[in-house]
């Protein structure tokens, strides 16, 4: 196989490495940069010590995988707090309100891409890990071997782009996100762009300054709908009308509904 040796950055951007996908090159990404539909890159992170399975954006043991050790069904459920010597929880210190003294709020996990970045360059080896069993208050230290994130062996850090075959079963680089974007539609407020819809739709203005107008959600709005800004979930369009009858929502249109 000839050796592929890009002489320009949109070269290298548009060369699907082996294994990837159509929906992993930018050119079919639709310009979000969390979570995205083409994939989860947090889920790199759940298999990356042999025999566990992590939770893709917290630090705690939901599975064992089928060949490890039996001992490691004990850890199913405990947060993993340190790896070789790297805390993955920082105590969190501030107000309770505005003004308030500062004290002591707990402890918080920091993000995995950050907290285990030295650890990718360990790779086959085997690292202590100390685990925390939040009903127990006690913990345990374990030795768990690093796998390796890229495919080929001998391969630089950072120089390959095919992930390696057991970091990820298939379909887990996808399950944790939306259905795809349904949920998100509905919920979220950021620039996600599922969530760039319309808010406050057919308003108007009277001679008093007062404005009303629909709920865009509002499942039963039309330009004869009293208007009104209404926040009850028996009025609004609901997780199973999205995913049911997506293509049937209302959509405005130079300010006014068509159906």
């Known amino acids: 196989m000839n050796k592929i040796e890009p002489k320009n950055v949109s070269a290298q951007l548009t060369y699907r490495a082996r294994g990837n996908p159509p929906s992993t090159l930018p050119v079919a990404a639709i310009s979000n940069c969390f979570p995205g539909l083409e994939f989860d890159f947090r889920n790199i992170w759940r298999r990356i010590f042999v025999g566990l399975v992590m939770h893709e954006a917290r630090p705690q043991v939901v599975e064992v995988e089928e060949e490890a050790p039996d001992e490691f069904q004990t850890l199913v459920g ?95 680089l996808t399950q944790s996100l939306c259905s795809p974007w349904q949920n998100d539609y509905r919920e979220c407020a950021c620039y996600y762009w599922a969530a760039s819809r319309p808010d406050f739709v057919n308003s108007e203005t009277d001679a008093g300054g007062q404005t009303a107008g629909h709920n865009w959600l509002h499942k039963d709005r039309t330009p004869d709908t009293p208007k009104f800004y209404s926040l009850r979930q028996s009025d609004m369009v609901s997780y199973e009308d999205l995913f049911r009858n997506w293509e049937q929502l209302r959509f405005v249109i130079g300010g006014k509904d068509e159906e």
């Open 78 to 172: 405990e947060l993993l707090v340190s790896v070789d010597g790297e805390q993955l929880w920082v105590p969190v210190t501030g107000p309770e309100a505005a003004g308030g003294p500062v004290q002591s709020l707990g402890f918080s996990n920091l993000e995995w891409a950050n907290a285990l970045a030295n650890i990718l360059q360990k790779a086959g080896e085997q690292v202590q890990c100390v685990f925390f069993d939040p009903d127990s208050r006690q913990a345990t230290e374990v030795l768990l071997q690093v796998r390796r994130v890229f495919d080929e062996e001998g391969t630089p850090v950072g120089e390959s782009g095919v992930l390696a075959r057991d970091l990820a079963q298939p379909g887990e």
